[in-house]
C-alpha cells in the first residue's frame, strides 16, 4: 500500500524543513525561527518553537507567507506577523531574548520584529526605555538580521 509512504515520505520532507529554518549567529535567520503566543493549528511537542511568517506585499490587501527569515529580508518586507507553527519550549537563544526585551515584546513580536527589514526598530532611533528593551531583545534574537550593527549602535548611543 502506497499510503504509509507517502505519509513517511511527508514526515521527512516536514522534519527536515523545520531543522533547515534555524540558524545560528552566522546564518541570517535566528536560531529555531519561531515565536511565542501567536498560533495557527495544532502545536504539541517538546521541540524549540518555530515560525512562519504573513507579510503585506505592498499597499493593498495582499500578503505573502514565508518560512524563513531571510526570505523575508531578501524581499525586504515592513510588515510582517509571526505565527508559531510547531515547537512548545523555548531555544536558549529564545530564552536569552526575552529576557534582554525585559517585558516590551513577547517571542512572537520580537520574530515577528526580526523578520521586517527597513522598518520599526531597526531603522528608527532608540529614545526611551521600552524602545531599548525591544531592541536589546532584536538584538539577542536575530543576530543575522541585515540591520543588527546599525541597531546595536542606536541601543549603544542611547545607553551612553
Known amino acids: 500500500m502506497r499510503m504509509p509512504s507517502l505519509i513517511l515520505a511527508v514526515t521527512v520532507v516536514v522534519a527536515t524543513g523545520a531543522l533547515l529554518q534555524g540558524c545560528t549567529s552566522s546564518d541570517p535567520t535566528p536560531e ?28 493593498g490587501a495582499g500578503t505573502e507567507t514565508y518560512t524563513t527569515y531571510s526570505a523575508v529580508w531578501e524581499d525586504r518586507r ?26 516590551a515584546a513577547a517571542l512572537d513580536e520580537l520574530a515577528a ?26 538584538l539577542a534574537y536575530c543576530p543575522g538580521h541585515p540591520e543588527h550593527e546599525r541597531l546595536r549602535e542606536a541601543l549603544a548611543t542611547y545607553r551612553s
Do not use: K, N, Y
Not at 498560533?39 to 506585499?57: E, K
Not at 527597513?118 to 532608540?126: K, L, N, Q, T
Open 32 to 59: 529555531d525561527s519561531s515565536a511565542g503566543s501567536a498560533g495557527v493549528g495544532t502545536v504539541t511537542g517538546s521541540a524549540p518553537i518555530m515560525f512562519a511568517f504573513t507579510c503585506r506585499t505592498g499597499s
Open 113 to 138: 520584529g526580526c523578520a521586517v527589514r527597513g522598518a520599526g526598530a531597526w531603522v528608527r532611533p532608540v529614545t526611551e526605555a521600552r524602545a531599548a528593551d525591544i531592541a536589546a531583545g532584536l
Open 78 to 103: 515592513a510588515e510582517c506577523t509571526a505565527f508559531r507553527t510547531t515547537g512548545s519550549v523555548l531555544s536558549t537563544q529564545q530564552a536569552a531574548a526575552v529576557r534582554a526585551a525585559r517585558g
